[in-house]
């Protein structure tokens, strides 16, 4: 005689799948913390690859990019670098951000006062420049600890401020230890101001991301990368503060 199949009962199949949800609640932590360690090193690698179109830059310009051109407003560090990364515009864009913050060049008309400040500083023509209002994954370390002051602190915020003595690209030779100093990292991505980053702005206005774990890469002048937890990258220490600066003095008299 063939006995008939017994199946599940219903109690045994609901522990089963209670079961299956208590591991996939156990495991999927796990999973998140391994998927974004993977892109933070993706983000890494861009970063040192952008490190050697910095060091490229410095050996046939002899001072770092700058962040910016006022009147009007172009950002200029990216299409400086560009060129020596063979134009792989990818590279400009973290794996934790969206899409809308990777550097994706867009062409059209713009006024022509635009247009020659644009192709002034490495834009190709009638591509439109990144401004202060562009979305963007990685921010450039323009003033250091404080705005506006002269002479910069940081890698150069103005480029050709003629108001500014001491403003403009910042040479090679004033960075003191360009180990120990900050040149790109992960920004904010949040539209405003993205292409920079500095540690005492207004209310975490350009402080750098914490999107990788509660941190963010960090590209140095020499070219080396690595990760610090945002909180502690930006407190008000000696040992942070100089690493914003040039001169690698904490300057207390700004905090």
């Given at each position: 005689?063939?006995?008939?199949?017994?199946?599940?009962?219903?109690?045994?199949?609901?522990?089963?799948?209670?079961?299956?949800?208590?591991?996939?609640?156990?495991?999927?932590?796990?999973?998140?913390?391994?998927?974004?360690?993977?892109?933070?090193?993706?983000?890494?690698?861009?970063?040192?690859?952008?490190?050697?179109?910095?060091?490229?830059?410095?050996?046939?310009?002899?001072?770092?990019?700058?962040?910016?051109?006022?009147?009007?407003?172009?950002?200029?560090?990216?299409?400086?670098?560009?060129?020596?990364?063979?134009?792989?515009?990818?590279?400009?864009?973290?794996?934790?951000?969206?899409?809308?913050?990777?550097?994706?060049?867009?062409?059209?008309?713009?006024?022509?006062?635009?247009?020659?400040?644009?192709?002034?500083?490495?834009?190709?023509?009638?591509?439109?420049?990144?401004?202060?209002?562009?979305?963007?994954?990685?921010?450039?370390?323009?003033?250091?600890?404080?705005?506006?002051?002269?002479?910069?602190?940081?890698?150069?915020?103005?480029?050709?401020?003629?108001?500014?003595?001491?403003?403009?690209?910042?040479?090679?030779?004033?960075?003191?230890?360009?180990?120990?100093?900050i040149a790109i990292a992960d920004s904010q991505s949040?539209?405003?101001?993205?292409?920079?980053?500095?540690?005492?702005?207004?209310?975490?206005?350009?402080w750098p991301s914490k999107r990788h774990l509660g941190?963010?890469?960090?590209?140095?002048?020499?070219?080396?990368?690595?990760?610090?937890?945002?909180?502690?990258?930006?407190?008000?220490?000696?040992?942070?503060?100089?690493?914003?600066?040039?001169?690698?003095?904490?300057?207390?008299?700004?905090?």
């Amino acid at each position: 005689m063939i006995r008939p199949r017994r199946g599940f009962t219903l109690i045994e199949l609901l522990v089963v799948v209670a079961i299956i949800a208590l591991l996939i609640s156990i495991l999927l932590p796990s999973l998140q913390r391994a998927r974004e360690q993977a892109k933070a090193t993706v983000c890494g690698s861009h970063l040192r690859d952008i490190g050697v179109s910095l060091t490229m830059y410095l050996q046939e310009h002899g001072h770092y990019p700058g962040h910016h051109a006022v009147g009007p407003i172009v950002i200029v560090w990216p299409p400086r670098l560009r060129r020596y990364l063979s134009d792989q515009v990818n590279i400009f864009g973290c794996p934790s951000v969206d899409k809308a913050f990777h550097w994706q060049p867009q062409y059209g008309s713009m006024g022509a006062s635009l247009a020659r400040q644009a192709a002034k500083y490495g834009y190709y023509p009638g591509e439109i420049p990144l401004r202060s209002n562009s979305g963007f994954s990685y921010g450039y370390n323009d003033w250091g600890v404080r705005e506006f002051v002269d002479p910069h602190l940081g890698l150069g915020g103005h480029v050709d401020d003629g108001g500014c003595q001491h403003c403009g690209e910042v040479a090679d030779k004033r960075v003191a230890v360009p180990a120990d100093m900050i040149a790109i990292a992960d920004s904010q991505s949040d539209y405003n101001w993205d292409t920079a980053i500095d540690p005492a702005d207004f209310n975490d206005w350009e402080w750098p991301s914490k999107r990788h774990l509660g941190g963010a890469e960090f590209l140095f002048a020499d070219g080396h990368v690595e990760r610090f937890l945002q909180k502690l990258i930006i407190e008000p220490t000696e040992w942070t503060r100089r690493r914003w600066n040039n001169d690698h003095q904490p300057h207390r008299e700004y905090w």
